[in-house]
C-alpha cells in the first residue's frame, strides 16, 4: 500500500506539473485568438529585423504560439514609428514590438516625446558586443596605435556608425570617455545601415567600422577586415577568439547593445505572462540556443518586471553618455 500510495503521488504531481507547465507556457487562460504582429523599426535585413524574424520563425516552428505570426517592418525616425505605432494599439496584446538602445534614446534626446515607459516591457532577449574593425591594409594596425593616434589627434581617425545615438555610437563615447578624449572632436560619419558603414569602411570611406559581430564576422574570414579590438567583458568566441577586448588595453570600456521586446500600453497580466513564458520557452530551443552561437548573442534573459529595472537603469547611465557625445 506505501508503495502504491506513492506511485499515485508521484504520477498526481506529474500531471499537476504537467497541467502547470501547459497554462504557464500560454501565460495562463490568454491566448491570441487572430494573427500576431511583431512590429520592427528598420527596414527588411537589418539587425532589428533579423532578431524579428528569428522569433516569428522559432515561435511558428515550435509551435510556441499557435496563431499565425507577421513580420510588420515600419522604419523611420530610429524606430520612432513602430513604436508609436505599438503605442496606439493600447490593451492589444496580439502586438508586440522589437526594442533597441534607441526606444531610451530617441527620448531622451528629443526626437520624441514616447518613452519606455509608455510601452509595456515583455522580456529581453540578449546583448552583443561590437567590435570594432578596420581594413586588412590599414594603418591602424593594434588597439594602441589607434590609441595613440586619437589622443594626440581625435580628428585623425574617422568612425562609421549606423545610427546617431545608437549603440554603436555609445560605444565610441564610452571609449573616449575612458581614454580622455574629448568624443566632439572625433570624426564619426553616421550611415543608413550596419551593411552600409561596413562597405564604407572596406572601401576606404571610414577608417573604423562598429557593426554587429554578426556582420563583421564575413569580412574577417575572407581576409578583407581585422577586428582591432571588442567593447566586451572577455573575448569571444569564434573568428573573435583572437580579438582583444579593451580592458586588455588598459580601457575599462564595455558596451553591451540589448534587444527585447515591449508590448502597447495598459496590457493585462495574463497576457504579458502569456509573451513572458511564450519568449522564455523560445530561449530554451535549440533553434534558439544555435542562433545566439551564431550571431554572437548573448543571453540575458529577463520577464517584465526585471527588464523595467533594467530599462530604468540603462536611462540613466546610457543619458550619461548621450551628454557626452553632445547628444542632448
Not at 526594442?99 to 540578449?126: C, E, I, Y
Not at 589627434?153 to 578624449?181: E, R
Request: aromatic fraction near 6%; charge should be positive.
Amino acid at each position: 500500500m506505501k508503495i502504491e500510495g506513492t506511485l499515485f503521488a508521484c504520477a498526481l504531481v506529474i500531471v499537476v506539473l504537467t497541467g502547470s507547465a501547459a497554462q504557464a507556457q500560454q501565460g495562463g487562460s490568454w491566448t491570441p485568438k487572430r494573427n500576431v504582429e511583431i512590429v520592427v523599426g528598420v527596414s527588411g535585413g537589418g539587425a532589428a529585423d533579423r532578431t524579428a524574424r528569428t522569433v516569428q520563425r522559432i515561435l511558428q516552428d515550435q509551435k510556441i504560439v499557435s496563431q499565425p505570426l507577421t513580420v510588420l517592418n515600419r522604419p523611420g525616425g530610429g524606430g520612432n514609428l513602430a513604436w508609436t505605432y505599438t503605442a496606439s494599439q493600447a490593451g492589444e496584446g496580439r502586438v508586440i514590438a522589437i526594442a533597441t538602445q534607441q526606444l531610451l534614446t530617441n527620448h531622451m534626446s528629443g526626437r520624441t516625446k514616447l518613452s519606455h515607459n509608455d510601452l509595456t516591457p515583455v522580456a529581453l532577449l540578449f546583448g552583443e558586443f561590437h567590435p570594432f574593425a578596420v581594413r586588412t591594409a590599414s594603418t591602424l594596425t593594434s588597439p594602441k596605435v589607434m590609441l595613440d593616434r586619437l589622443r594626440q589627434d581625435p580628428g585623425s581617425v574617422s568612425f562609421g556608425v549606423a545610427s546617431a545615438g545608437g549603440a554603436h555610437h555609445m560605444v565610441i563615447g564610452l571609449l573616449m570617455k575612458h581614454i580622455g578624449v574629448d568624443v566632439k572632436k572625433v570624426r564619426v560619419v553616421v550611415f543608413n545601415s550596419g551593411s552600409e558603414t561596413v562597405t564604407a569602411m572596406l572601401g576606404g570611406h571610414v577608417d573604423v567600422a562598429l557593426s554587429n559581430p554578426g556582420s563583421i564576422e564575413p569580412m574577417v574570414k575572407s581576409g578583407q577586415a581585422r577586428a582591432l579590438a571588442i567593447a566586451a567583458p572577455q573575448r569571444l568566441e569564434g573568428v573573435y577568439a583572437s580579438v582583444p577586448t579593451w580592458r586588455e588595453s588598459g580601457v575599462d570600456a564595455v558596451f553591451m547593445a540589448w534587444r527585447g521586446v515591449v508590448g502597447p500600453p495598459q496590457l493585462p497580466a495574463e497576457q504579458v505572462a502569456f509573451w513572458e513564458q511564450a519568449l522564455l520557452a523560445m530561449t530554451r530551443t535549440d533553434d534558439w540556443k544555435a542562433e545566439l552561437q551564431k550571431f554572437y548573442w548573448t543571453d540575458i534573459f529577463r520577464g517584465s518586471a526585471a527588464m523595467k529595472k533594467y530599462l530604468d537603469e540603462e536611462y540613466t547611465q546610457t543619458r550619461a553618455i548621450m551628454q557626452d557625445l553632445g547628444l542632448i
